[in-house]
């Protein structure tokens, strides 16, 4: 019985995080964290752009917040921003950013786009990094594109606890 109510909760923690994924899709959204509290819940937002996520006199904070209680059923949530400090090292960044350019650019340009995302992060500081576009990018049939640069480890405890 008690299996079943740790599963729901990190049923209901994964769907939160999804939400207000897509809420905040535009504001530089990077992950949450879920704290339990004798008060209530805390939830830490960590985004590259603080100021679009709380809005102004704070009203996507409100927002927010009478959304959590309402379909998630938290009882009391209390809603932090935490600021990523460098967002070309944070993976759902990279990712949203990599959409955002094949959006904007189309899909015929996606090398230059998967090379320039590349250097951008290695620039940042990042040991290694592999950058993986598959589908239908450049034609009809679906393809699968590695851009890699750097020291990456492919095997081994390493791979699964230090590569994101």
């Given at each position: 019985?008690?299996e079943?109510q740790?599963v729901n909760?990190?049923?209901?923690?994964?769907q939160?995080?999804?939400?207000?994924?897509k809420?905040l899709s535009r504001?530089?959204?990077?992950?949450?964290e879920?704290?339990?509290?004798?008060?209530?819940?805390?939830?830490?937002?960590y985004?590259t752009?603080p100021?679009i996520?709380v809005g102004?006199k704070?009203?996507?904070i409100?927002?927010l917040?009478?959304l959590?209680?309402?379909?998630?059923?938290?009882?009391n949530?209390q809603?932090?921003?935490g600021e990523v400090?460098?967002?070309?090292?944070?993976v759902?960044?990279?990712?949203?950013?990599?959409a955002?350019s094949?959006e904007r650019?189309?899909q015929?340009?996606?090398?230059?786009i998967?090379?320039r995302?590349?250097?951008?992060?290695m620039?940042?500081?990042a040991?290694g990094?592999e950058i993986?576009?598959s589908g239908?990018v450049p034609?009809?049939?679906a393809?699968?594109?590695?851009?890699?640069?750097g020291?990456l480890?492919?095997?081994?405890?390493?791979?699964?606890?230090?590569?994101?």
């Amino acid at each position: 019985m008690i299996e079943r109510q740790f599963v729901n909760q990190k049923l209901k923690a994964f769907q939160i995080q999804e939400h207000i994924g897509k809420l905040l899709s535009r504001a530089g959204y990077s992950h949450i964290e879920i704290k339990r509290t004798p008060l209530g819940e805390n939830v830490i937002i960590y985004t590259t752009r603080p100021g679009i996520v709380v809005g102004k006199k704070g009203e996507n904070i409100k927002k927010l917040t009478a959304l959590l209680k309402s379909r998630y059923k938290l009882e009391n949530p209390q809603i932090e921003i935490g600021e990523v400090q460098n967002p070309m090292l944070d993976v759902n960044f990279i990712t949203d950013r990599i959409a955002f350019s094949l959006e904007r650019f189309g899909q015929k340009r996606f090398k230059s786009i998967g090379y320039r995302t590349l250097q951008d992060i290695m620039d940042a500081g990042a040991i290694g990094a592999e950058i993986v576009i598959s589908g239908k990018v450049p034609s009809a049939r679906a393809r699968s594109w590695r851009f890699s640069a750097g020291y990456l480890k492919k095997s081994g405890d390493i791979s699964q606890s230090k590569v994101l």
